[in-house]
């Protein structure tokens, strides 16, 4: 992308779409109140963001390009984009946008609880394939906050604006926490055969030449090898197992581990190299955090 927006302030994407900005830090941008015949990306590629951004897909022929790819989304689907993200719009020739797009700037959080929680929203950082996609009476849900959000946006401010406003959105937020345990749940059966796989692809990992080339295995390396993000992956696997993704890469780790140390000919120092650690002391520091020996203990109990 050549030409790209960089979308600073919540005004400077609602400029963009020539929509009223109702509050410098939040607004709602209502797409069945939009003048379609302007609607247009002035020669932009692509947009980076610098806020965050909601985006409720109602309309078909929607697509959006990300990572240089493109995706469809029809009615009902939930996009988010968080700070330092790039997105680039393509819109089917026939496609009139339809729904919402809720834009927030980091700003707005400054001295509320939400400022400490905002990064437990993961979805901020997923890829946009990996979407929410609403059920019917998860839409009305989502609406009746906006609908609450844009309320208190078109009222006189008083001291209980933002207190209201954040308020709305923490709790939005957490029912999109909500629907997305809901879609891990209905997908359960592809994330555990993912989940498989990525078990074989740990296991294919250890005994190849890739830890002393590439180091110790990283959440990042095997969400690329599904083609996700990596937010998106590590939730994945701590719905299906309990453990974060690099817990579990870690157990896995030592498990290879209590092998190679059965192996008197093999110093601590040569097993900490082939399984990707630069230094043997910090290998020896988390098998004997993991096991409770050190590995020189652990060989010498068996």
């Not at 020739?93 to 929680?117: I, R, V, W």
């Not at 394939?129 to 309320?151: C, G, M, N, P, V």
């Not at 939730?235 to 780790?253: C, F, H, P």
């Amino acid at each position: 992308m050549e030409n790209i927006l960089h979308v600073n302030s919540v005004s400077d994407y609602f400029k963009l779409r020539n929509y009223e900005v109702l509050h410098p830090l939040i607004s709602i941008l209502d797409y069945s109140k939009f003048d379609h015949g302007q609607y247009s990306n002035k020669g932009y590629d692509g947009l980076h963001f610098s806020c965050y951004a909601v985006f409720l897909k109602d309309s078909k022929h929607c697509k959006i390009k990300y990572g240089g790819k493109s995706y469809d989304y029809d009615e009902g689907t939930l996009v988010f984009i968080g700070p330092d993200q790039t997105v680039g719009l393509s819109p089917d020739p026939n496609y009139k946008p339809e729904g919402y797009a809720l834009m927030f700037h980091p700003d707005l959080l400054q001295g509320t609880d939400l400022a400490k929680k905002i990064h437990a929203y993961t979805f901020f950082s997923y890829s946009v394939k990996e979407a929410l996609h609403l059920s019917t009476r998860e839409r009305k849900i989502i609406l009746s906050l906006l609908d609450k959000i844009q309320f208190e946006l078109e009222q006189n401010m008083d001291k209980h604006t933002k207190k209201l406003i954040v308020s709305n959105l923490e709790l939005l937020l957490d029912y999109c926490l909500r629907f997305y345990d809901r879609q891990f749940l209905t997908r359960e059966v592809a994330h555990q055969e993912s989940l498989e796989k990525f078990d074989s692809m740990l296991g294919d990992y250890f005994s190849s030449e890739l830890p002393q080339k590439q180091g110790l295995p990283s959440v990042s390396y095997f969400a690329d090898q599904f083609h996700l993000s990596p937010n998106y992956f590590g939730d994945m696997v701590k719905k299906e197992t309990g453990k974060s993704a690099q817990e579990y890469i870690q157990n896995r780790l030592i498990e290879v581990a209590k092998e190679k140390v059965f192996d008197p000919s093999k110093s601590v120092s040569e097993i900490a190299y082939e399984l990707g650690f630069k230094y043997p002391q910090h290998f020896s520091r988390l098998f004997k955090q993991k096991v409770g020996h050190s590995p020189n203990e652990f060989r010498n109990l068996n």
